[in-house]
């Protein structure tokens, strides 16, 4: 079975510090990956997608990728409370089915 | 520009009963997807549709059912709704595939 798989968390960072939210996937055929962030009782929010190996930032955001360790990783910048939330990762592992991990919480301390 | 929108946003159902949730695309999107959310975990892929067919199916049985319409809107048909139905239900929209997905804000679907 294809799974995407994420520590739940919470992981916990000051304000100011960088947050490493990381993930796996188990599908080698896995060619697009998501982040989504949750804020509990809303709906998922498309931060970043990524395709291709190595970086990709976009403003205080960055995500990675390494295919051959079939890891995906979101990285924030200067954490803000307002960042705490559940954050997806997600993998279209082709066939018009993307899955998701369960999620990691994130909590940003003022 | 207007979002995804889903329809209703909050509904209590009986067991046993049938509901339809619905979902209209951002404009100039295909393809709509449709997940099940129960609290504490990620989203479960259900259905993907586009272009009006089926691209893609979740391990879900045959109580749920869906299709997509000439306009790209979408229903989600579930009968016989047993307790475990119980669910935030997501629908979301892409222009083909899967890239840059979005959301709408979910249907919370309670079972009593």
């Known amino acids: 079975q294809k799974e995407v798989e994420q520590n739940s968390g919470p992981l916990s960072v000051p304000e100011g510090a960088i947050a490493s939210l990381n993930c796996t996937y188990s599908?080698?055929?896995?060619?697009?990956f998501f982040w989504y962030r949750q804020y509990s009782g809303k709906s998922p929010e498309l931060i970043m997608f990524?395709?291709?190996?190595g970086d990709k930032e976009d403003g205080r955001f960055t995500a990675q990728l390494n295919k051959a360790s079939q890891y995906v990783s979101l990285l924030i910048r200067d954490s803000q409370p307002s960042d705490s939330a559940t954050y997806l990762c997600?993998?279209?592992?082709?066939?018009?089915?993307?899955?998701f991990g369960a999620g990691t919480r994130l909590f940003v301390k003022a | 520009d207007a979002g995804v929108t889903q329809s209703p946003t909050h509904l209590i159902k009986t067991r046993g009963q049938h509901v339809t949730l619905r979902c209209s695309p951002i404009?100039?999107?295909?393809?709509v997807s449709w997940y099940q959310q129960v609290l504490g975990q990620g989203p479960q892929f259900i259905f993907q549709?586009?272009?009006?067919?089926?691209?893609g199916r979740g391990n879900f049985p045959d109580r749920f059912s869906a299709r997509q319409f000439p306009n790209y809107s979408s229903e989600l048909n579930v009968n016989a709704l047993l307790l475990g139905d119980s669910a935030l239900y997501l629908c979301?929209?892409?222009?083909?595939?899967?890239?840059?997905?979005?959301f709408g804000q979910g249907t919370r679907l309670t079972v009593v």
């Open positions: 979301a929209s892409s222009w083909g595939g899967w890239t840059e997905a979005f």
């Open positions: 599908d080698r055929g896995s060619q697009s």
């Open positions: 990524i395709y291709s190996n």
């Open positions: 997600a993998a279209d592992t082709g066939g018009f089915k993307t899955i």
């Open positions: 404009s100039g999107h295909k393809s």
């Open positions: 549709y586009y272009e009006k067919e089926e691209r």
